[in-house]
């Protein structure tokens, strides 16, 4: 167990809809990644937020959102779903020791399906 | 940008055997290199890492020797047990900040 929880573990919704993926860190960890896990790119970083606040931003489409909370959960908001971005959605945390390589912790995903 | 290029799996071996998955990447400086694991149905697990040229990571009877001249970090294991079927990550961190480049992935199948 990674000490990484992510709600739900499935989603199914239609096209146009709009979605919320939620996952809680590891105890102690600031740091939150999302990637995106389909057949065709692999597993894609979308973005990184450290204590609240954006770090960094990767290949996350204008369609797509994120924050962290005061708690330090963190939800990703998926809107004007296409059929393309049916996926398993990972969490990460670490610690974000800048220099220190800290590993990354990660979730068990979220499948969305889009139909 | 940064980049891992892994071998095409699915890669299909037979319990005993030798162990090796191709990983060679492209980074600005010098990146420290990581090999992760997913089981079925779970999220990646941090199999082992090198931060340096020339420094070997192993965990659990795998092994990976970073090699700047090639820039490479081949995952490799003796004699590869059933249980060591899942699908194998190499990725990077580069430069600032500590998110991780990941390649495609590669599927090992072990079987008796």
């Known amino acids: 167990d990674s000490g990484v929880t992510q709600t739900p573990k499935h989603l199914i919704t239609a096209t146009g809809q709009r979605v919320t993926l939620r996952c809680s860190p590891r105890?102690?960890?600031?740091?939150v990644y999302w990637y995106q896990q389909s057949l065709d790119q692999g597993l894609q970083f979308l973005i990184q937020y450290y204590n609240g606040e954006e770090r960094a931003k990767g290949n996350i489409l204008e369609r797509f959102s994120a924050q962290q909370f005061p708690d330090l959960h963190s939800e990703l908001n998926l809107s004007s779903l296409e059929l393309g971005d049916s996926a398993l959605y990972f969490c990460?945390?670490?610690?974000?020791?800048?220099?220190?390589?800290?590993?990354?912790?990660f979730g068990n995903g979220t499948r969305l399906t889009v139909t | 940008g940064d980049s891992v290029t892994q071998m095409e799996g699915p890669v299909t071996l037979s319990e005993e055997a030798f162990l090796t998955i191709n990983c060679t990447y492209t980074?600005?400086?010098?990146?420290?290199l990581f090999w992760y694991v997913q089981y079925p149905g779970e999220g990646l697990q941090l199999l082992l890492k090198a931060t340096k040229a020339d420094d070997k990571g192993s965990n659990k009877g795998f092994e990976a020797t970073y090699r700047k001249e090639t820039t490479s970090f081949h995952l490799e294991k003796g004699s590869v047990q059933v249980s060591d079927s899942a699908v194998y990550f190499c990725?990077?961190?580069?430069?600032?900040?500590?998110?991780?480049?990941f390649g495609t992935g590669t599927q090992l199948k072990v079987e008796l």
């Open positions: 990460a945390s670490s610690v974000d020791v800048e220099g220190g390589n800290p590993p990354l912790h």
């Open positions: 105890s102690g960890d600031l740091s």
């Open positions: 990725a990077l961190r580069a430069g600032g900040g500590n998110k991780l480049t």
């Open positions: 980074a600005t400086g010098y990146p420290s």
